[in-house]
Structure formats: structure tokens, C-alpha cells
């Protein structure tokens, strides 16, 4: 595969190759004057001062996705969009504009003939011109700038599709448009199409182990087991199907228990992950027993927020773990500052109120506490900390019911083993 340098590349390669051509054909000679090959945007081919020389401009107007291999790879990343599973090339297509310039009277239709039969002659840019053209001699080498020197590392000529130059007519229409867009005086033109450009990333991958059975290989049949048909609607593997704190709350707190329900739960070595990709938190969690149907855990200390949680247990029978289904935890923050509290304003109607909270706030996270139904935001969090301190100008007096947010969530306010529903006491009393 080709590295992001091919772009540059293909432009230098196709210009090396028009230079050439235009060389051995002696179109200099031909023209009575010196015939240069420019790779340069077509307002600024022509100097300021208006001396038009002979020369082949090669412009790269458009670069778009190769639709045949845009779909080719499997997905590069997992289900959690976390792990990077494969590299797929990024595949281009890029649309040149061959433009000719001469001040002399059919001089630029002289030019743009010789082109365009060169690169008719030559549909495919083999493997052997494109290193000719991007390995420069080491006489020549230490002259050329950085630039054109890192091309010899694109890695074009190594890549499994050759470029292929196909001829791309545009409409009048087409080309009065480009011509316009690029602000410059039109020249006699032809399009083309180099196809394809494979680059690839070098990020690395997590590779995945070949299949050696499918399923148990009987030991005296010697036979795979295959697959296992049984009169079941349910999949005999572990599946999650219900997440929820048993306290009722709909977002569990550190300390608090977490059920879970499903089917095909029990086994041995039972255990919950519980992945947060913002904070590249992946933890795993014991269980505290249960059944097939139903288990339970407790919720560790971790930041709060959205976690994908999976369960991993080797069923009866089986020797290798199985992993469940994904469903969505929210774990939210709680002030754990013994409530109800009074505070006092200062002189000048400032009141401030300190509480500790758990799990420890992280840098990154917005934090705001609710005062009733006014709405206090804290200011940006720089360390993690336990402990947050909120300043209330011209507070109001009064008492008032107290909910810590943390991105989005909301501390427990609310009773639910109550019947009706009632406020806890987190109150705060302002004098």
C-alpha cells in the first residue's frame, strides 16, 4: 500500500513522464524554444508581467473516492467503535487537467498533441517508471528539495492496484466552471483520471486467531461437532436482557447493587466489564452469585457516567468463556456531605457551600448543583477532586432541596421505596 505521500506521487511520476516524452521527441527543437512540464495551479502558470513561455501544465483539480474499492475491507473498528480491527486503503481516484501554454501561434496545440499521444501510449504507469521517476540519482539528489526527495518512500510502486490513466471528458460546461473557479485565462485542455490510489494506515491493529474447529472435535471420531440444533427459541449463549440498580434509582451509585437478567447466566468464574471510552475506563467486576436467570454486582468506584457493560462466564460443560450481549449503565454522582446542612450568607449576600461528593469529579466534566429549582454551575474542573465548593452571589434565603449533575446526571433525589414517592432530606438551609 501506498503511504499519504502518493497523492504527490502519482503528480510527480506523470510529470517525469510527460518531460521525458517531450524530450525524446525533440519538441523543443520542434518549437524553436524550451519546452518545460510545471505542475502548478493555472493562475499562477503565468507570471505577473505577462511572458507566456512554452510549457505542459498538470493540475490536480478534484480528488474523489474510488467507488470499486470504497467497500472492499471488512469495518475497521469493533461494535464499541474502541478497537481497530483492520486497516481498509483509503482509495482515490484523482482527475488531472493537462493544460498547454505557448506565446507563439499553434505552439500550445503542438504541445497538447504530443501529450495527450504520450499518455495515450502509455494507459498504465508500471512499476518500474514510477521508481525511476521518484528515485532520483545520487548525483541529482542533494539538489532536489525536501519534498521531492521524500517521494522515493511513498510507497506507489509497491501497492497492489497499478495506476491506470483514463481519459475524462468534460462538458463545455464542466470546463468553463473549472476555468472560472481557478481564475485564469483558459488554455487549450484535456482531463484525465489517475485510478487508483490505495493509501493505508500504519496505526496498529488487534489481529484476531484463525478458527481451528468448529466447536468440539470428538476424540475417538476424530469428527467437529458443528453446529448444535436444539428445540429451543432461546440462544444457548449468555444473554444480558435487563440492567437496573436495585434500589430503584435510574442511575446506580458507587456501593450500590446492580442486577442483572437474562437467560444462560450461570457458569464458572462469572464476572462483569464495564467499559467508559472517554475516560478509558475497562474494569472488571465479580459477581455475587445468582442463577441462570438472574445476578448481581456491586458498583465499583468509577467516574460517573455512560458504561457499556458486558458479562463474561464459562457455562457448564464448556472450558473457553463466553461473553453476553452489550447493554447500557449509568452510574451517577451522590453527595455523601451528611445532609440537611445550614449555611450562612456573608455580608454581601454570598453564600457558599461546600460538599463532598463521590466518585471524584475528573477534569473534563461539567458540574453544576441544583438549588431547587435554580440551577448553580461550578467552575471548570482542573484536577480530579472530591470535594466541591459552590458560590452562590446574592443567594437566596430559604430552604431548599439539594441534586448534584455531572454530565447530564443527576444525583438520587428521590425515595422510590416509598409508597408514594418521597423527597430525600438533602436539604440545605440558607440564613
Known sequence: MSSALAIAGVTAVLRDLLNDGLINHNVSGLLGSTVTVSALPPDRVVPANGTESTQLNLFLHQVTFNTGWRNHALPSRDGSGTQRLSNP????????????????????????????QLLHEVPVLDRKAITTALTPSPAVDTTLPPALRALADCGLADQVEQIKLVPDPLSSEEMSKLWTAVQSHYRPSAAYVATVVLIESTKPIRPTLPVLTRGPVDPVTHVERGVVVQADLLPPFPTIQTVAATNGQPAATVGTTVEITGHHLDGTNPSVSLSNSRFEINQVVPVTGGSSTKTSFTVPSVSAGLYQLAMQVTPPGESTPRTSNTLALVIGPEITTALPIMVARDGSGVATIVLSVQPQIHPGQSVSLLLGTQDVPHGAIT??????????????????????RVDGIDSPIIDRTALPPAFYNYRVTIT
Do not use: K, N, Q, W
Request: glycine letters at 8%; a negative charge; charged letters at 10%.
Open 89 to 116: 486503503p483509503l482509495a482515490l481516484d484523482l482527475h488531472y487537467l493537462l493544460s498547454a501554454y505557448s506565446a507563439e501561434e499553434l505552439g500550445s496545440e503542438i504541445l497538447l498533441g504530443y501529450a495527450m
Open 383 to 404: 484536577v480530579a477532586t472530591g470535594t466541591l465548593t459552590f458560590v452562590l452571589a446574592a443567594a437566596p434565603t430559604g430552604e431548599f432541596l439539594l441534586r448534584l
